[in-house]
């Protein structure tokens, strides 16, 4: 095969920042190549001098054998080269028809006004060429998050893309939704089209690449031919270090004597969301919860904090029965949550990174008790240094940070409230490898302190490396609690599978 696309030699620097240093990277004609690195490693920042969001230090970009230097996105989208961003930037309210033909809608030669009936008969064919029957007249926001990103490379395509970039398309999709993109990578390979995929997803880079480029530092460790790597060796030029330091049994095994009781769940349910259980958790304890996506796993932990209220069934903390009637309660029984999806209901992205470590200690004192701007500094510095939050300092806006580093902002949000309880769903999603090794150190190390912790993951191998004791559900309903030599990702696996 062919390069259509080679990078030689690109730098490009920001006020204080060398993000990219001499990268060479070329693509190949009808292949799907995978980009790999931390946060801040320079994936996105490659992506966006070659089209053209941002102008160039130095280097050449050589595409479909003709120098360029694009001057902005659309004019790369003009040549043939289009991403797809993890976040959806279409428009929501608008059709399917209308988002996939936005700026070029097909007119009427007469009386002007867009032609609707050419419309939707365009976008039908668009969508049809990646095999979905769907509706093209009703508003994009009347789909899943899978189908808009469906929408989004409909659109591409439309416009004739030589090169398709993927900016983590599948962070959001369910098992179900994966195997139907990468179907659709896989008929657009064939079609000659060339892609770039860039993921935190170990699993999915083996199954659909054909060849991998990990960046750190702002610099090219390595391209390599997918179904010659290993996993160890992936994971270890991403990381620049051995593989030894991600090794479950030898964390979990330091872990040190359990405290009392904390917080208890008895014959809680609620109809439709979530099956009758029982469940507790021990202080110093760091109980799992695994299953597939939509088995209980979130609900349980919006019961636990007041999100959602039970049909049945009561809670009781620290010994005394509880009624949650919100999360305020939760905060004053000594309970924190990090949610699932930091930027919708994480973070608050326009406040500082100090206004964000503050927010649950002080909804914690309350209003009549405001903290200090002298003390607000201090305690958002002190977290600053103890996690290891890379920022420029207290008053960055948070949504700045990289994703593992907001992550650790939320982190630092509940410690400073001296949480009893923490609740920590997906709490590495989306983070670069690094990130995550940090953030897995950091809830052991909080659990050896006599913190509880409920920790959700969708990834065997964390649950399994954080884990004291884990919960398995399915289908809305907990089937069976594991411990000890019993905590592996077979087992896991195996039960999640019976039946009966």
Same mark, same amino acid.
């Given at each position: 095969?062919?390069?259509?696309?080679?990078?030689?030699? $690109?730098? @490009?620097?920001?006020? *204080?920042?060398?993000?990219?240093? #001499?990268? %060479?990277?070329?693509?190949?004609?009808?292949? +799907?190549h995978g980009l790999m690195g931390e946060n801040g490693a320079g994936k996105s920042t $490659?992506? @966006?001098?070659?089209? *053209?969001?941002?102008?160039?230090? #130095?280097? %050449?970009?050589?595409?479909?054998?003709?120098? +360029?230097d694009f001057g902005s996105p659309n004019e790369a989208v003009r040549h043939g080269i289009s991403t797809v961003y993890q976040e959806i930037n279409l428009i929501p309210l608008l059709s399917v028809a209308e988002n996939i033909f936005l700026g070029r809608q097909p007119m009427k030669t007469r009386g002007g006004g867009i032609d609707w009936k050419v419309l939707?008969?365009?976008?039908?064919?668009?969508?049809?060429?990646?095999?979905?029957?769907?509706?093209?007249?009703?508003?994009?926001?009347?789909y899943s998050v899978a189908i808009q990103q469906m929408v989004s490379i409909a659109r591409a395509l439309d416009i004739s893309a030589k090169i398709?970039?993927?900016?983590?398309?599948?962070?959001?999709?369910?098992?179900?939704?994966?195997?139907r993109s990468f179907g659709i990578m896989r008929r657009l390979k064939e079609q000659g089209i060339s892609i770039i995929f860039i993921t935190h997803f170990l699993d999915q880079v083996f199954e659909i690449t054909d060849r991998i480029t990990v960046l750190r530092n702002?610099?090219?460790?390595?391209?390599?031919?997918?179904?010659?790597?290993?996993?160890?060796?992936?994971?270890?030029?991403?990381?620049?270090k051995e593989f030894e330091e991600l090794d479950s049994d030898r964390w979990r095994k330091e872990e040190g004597p359990l405290g009392e009781e904390y917080a208890s769940l008895n014959r809680m349910s609620k109809r439709g969301y979530i099956e009758e259980f029982d469940l507790s958790i021990r202080k110093g304890e760091v109980?799992?919860?695994a299953g597939l996506l939509g088995s209980g796993r979130t609900e349980i932990a919006k019961l636990l904090y007041g999100i959602e209220k039970p049909d049945t069934g009561q809670i009781v903390i620290d010994g005394r029965k509880t009624v949650m009637t919100g999360p305020k309660r939760a905060i004053e029984k000594g309970i924190g949550f990090c949610p699932e999806d930091r930027k919708e209901v994480g973070i608050i992205p326009e406040l500082s990174v100090r206004e964000n470590i503050i927010l649950a200690l002080q909804a914690k004192r309350g209003v009549l008790r405001f903290l200090s701007?002298?003390?607000?500094?201090?305690?958002?510095?002190?977290?600053?240094?103890?996690?290891?939050?890379?920022?420029?300092?207290?008053?960055?806006?948070?949504?700045?940070?990289?994703?593992?580093?907001?992550?650790?902002?939320?982190?630092?949000?509940?410690l400073a409230a001296n949480p009893q309880l923490l609740i920590l769903d997906e709490p590495t999603r989306g983070i670069d490898i690094g990130s995550k090794v940090e953030i897995q150190k950091l809830i052991i190390e909080l659990a050896k302190k006599g913190i509880a912790i409920l920790f959700i993951s969708s990834e065997l191998d964390e649950v399994v490396r954080c884990s004291t004791r884990i919960a398995v559900l399915r289908d809305r309903r907990i089937i069976k609690e594991l411990g000890g030599a019993d905590i592996n990702e077979k087992t896991i696996m195996h039960t999640i599978a019976e039946t009966g």
């Open positions: 095969m062919g390069e259509i696309l080679k990078v030689t030699n $690109l730098s @490009k620097s920001f006020p *204080g920042v060398k993000a990219l240093t #001499s990268i %060479d990277f070329d693509l190949r004609q009808g292949e +799907i $490659l992506i @966006k001098v070659i089209t *053209g969001f941002y102008t160039k230090d #130095s280097g %050449d970009i050589v595409y479909d054998n003709e120098p +360029i939707y008969k365009r976008a039908e064919e668009a969508i049809g060429q990646l095999d979905l029957d769907i509706d093209v007249t009703l508003p994009l926001n009347s398709l970039i993927l900016d983590e398309p599948t962070s959001s999709l369910d098992a179900t939704e994966v195997r702002g610099r090219k460790v390595g391209v390599y031919e997918t179904e010659f790597l290993t996993r160890i060796d992936l994971i270890s030029s991403m990381l620049g109980l799992g919860l701007r002298k003390s607000r500094n201090e305690i958002a510095q002190q977290f600053i240094e103890s996690l290891n939050i890379v920022t420029t300092g207290v008053e960055q806006q948070v949504k700045n940070l990289s994703g593992g580093n907001q992550q650790k902002v939320i982190l630092a949000r509940w």
